[in-house]
């Protein structure tokens, strides 16, 4: 009997909980996730929003598992969806649901989309955020390969057309950082076509530059977190290949702007 109240258990799944907007975020969240990407605009889908944000880490890990998916394979892909109401009158948006589409032919095929269950309310003001889990046949290190199409639909029918599209630096696989002397002669390795260099300006101050970089590509430190003797190190792994992506910052903290090397042998 006890087994199987605990195989009941192994099933249920929780409705998304709809939160005051300054309530809804998590700090392990905010460290194991990308940039928020805006899905749905409010003033063309009668005062929704929705937008989505890429996540990593044991956050990745946690809500792959409790779909039945392993985050280890760089062709899992786990989203946060937030839904919010932006509604100007009082009325609330009702039965929030994320239906998938046929798949885009050119791409490679999704195997599963796990969507959370549907939102029953939000009053205006209110968020609810809700996790979408994908699983494609393949990964690939080409950019645009791994494309989830999807409506958002609610009670008053109809459906708002999204595309779920994670960019080669939100699919990259987390690598063990190796030594700081290791880093700097596999990156004194790569040459030629295997080197790509440039130069940045960071408006916001260098010391602002660490979290924006690793917001919009899921690296790694190498070494001490932050600017050591103006320089950011950071290591990531392909996932089409697990090949090495090596990146490195040079700063220059008078004008806060410096040059950016990043090495792959792929």
Known sequence: ASSSAMDDLRGLVMAPIAVDESRASDPDIERDSSAWVELVRPQVSGG????????RGPTKTREAQLKGLDAKKP???CVQVQFGNKKTDSNSLRRIRIMPKAHPGGSIALKKALCPPDIA???PGQVANAT???????ASNREGDLVGKFDIKTSTGG???IE??????DLLTPQAAPSVADFDASMKRLQGFQRVTSKFQAS??????????????ALTSVGKAGWVDNKLRLIGGLPGSNDLVLVRLDGDASSNSGGITVCSSD
Do not use: D, H, Q, Y
């Open 159 to 161: 459906g708002i057309p």
């Open 164 to 169: 779920i599209k994670p960019t080669i630096g």
């Open 121 to 123: 309310e939000l009053k």
């Open 48 to 55: 929704l929003a929705a937008k989505a944000r890429f996540l």
């Open 204 to 217: 916001g101050g260098l010391e602002a530059v660490p979290r924006l970089l690793m917001k919009s590509a």
């Open 75 to 77: 062709n899992v892909v």
């Open 132 to 138: 979408l889990c994908l699983e494609f046949a393949s």
